[in-house]
């Protein structure tokens, strides 16, 4: 009966893909299977020493680096991160965190961390757009590896401005000293997952990898990203 009535509401209000704006299909969610069939996935996290793990080479310790999707200018997946970031369509955050890691389970490492834990927003940014977009995607992450989530031990204490058009070196500055961790005893001596959503440089991840180890000796930290640039 549930089914017989949304179909008859979907005739009126139908659902589109936050991609490509097409009708979306019985069981389809958010992103219709066209636009999930096109999305270029990486496949890191079955690549020990992939790209995104010598970004950090030499710099932090991390036990594994990985990201869902590449990322470029014009490309499926930038349309999907500007409506995840600016439109407002924060489930995408979710669906494609689940999607994640459901992938993520097919490696050790991933499978080992204890404890989720997003990249936060300013304050003041999260409270314009309504949501931290890195939050949803740790959620989905969250739900399908079956792992706690902590969104308050990490938190952005300066609001830094856009990377987008800074060098490698303006984005390692932009980026020094603007986490700090409340409630250590909460991620001390835990295998914490970081999310972000897009990764460039690292510049920003590695900010919150040396917060978290020097309030944590004893923490060991992974990455993983819906996006990153490609190599």
Same mark, same amino acid.
């Given at each position: ?24 299909? @019985? ?6 299977? $066209? ?10 996290? =079955? #690549? /020990? ?75 003041? @940014? ?6 931290? $977009? ?10 399908? =590896? #079956? /792992? ?84």
């Amino acid at each position: 009966m549930k089914t017989l009535f949304r179909d008859f509401i979907s005739l009126f209000y139908p659902n589109y893909c936050t991609i490509c704006g097409n009708t979306l299909r @019985k069981n389809e969610d958010c992103i219709c299977m $066209q636009c999930m069939f096109y999305l270029p996935k990486t496949n890191f996290h =079955l #690549q /020990k020493g992939n790209p995104l793990e010598m970004l950090f080479y030499g710099k932090v310790p991390i036990e594994a680096v990985s990201a869902f999707y590449y990322f470029k200018k014009g490309n499926i997946t930038q349309t999907l991160i500007h409506q995840l970031k600016y439109r407002g369509c924060k489930e995408i955050g979710f669906l494609c965190g689940y999607l994640f890691g459901l992938d993520l389970k097919k490696s050790d490492v991933f499978t080992s961390v204890d404890v989720i834990m997003p990249i936060p927003l300013y304050p003041k @940014k999260q409270k314009k757009r309504g949501y931290n $977009q890195s939050e949803e995607i740790a959620k989905g992450l969250a739900k399908a =590896l #079956q /792992k706690k989530l902590n969104s308050k031990s990490l938190v952005r204490v300066i609001e830094t401005e856009t990377q987008t058009k800074k060098t490698l070196f303006e984005r390692w500055e932009n980026t020094q000293d603007i986490f700090n961790i409340q409630y250590p005893e909460q991620i001390t001596s835990k295998h914490i997952l970081l999310v972000d959503d897009v990764i460039t440089t690292g510049s920003t991840l590695e900010s919150a990898v040396i917060s978290i180890l020097s309030a944590c000796n004893t923490s060991k930290v992974s990455v993983a990203c819906l996006a990153c640039t490609s190599f």
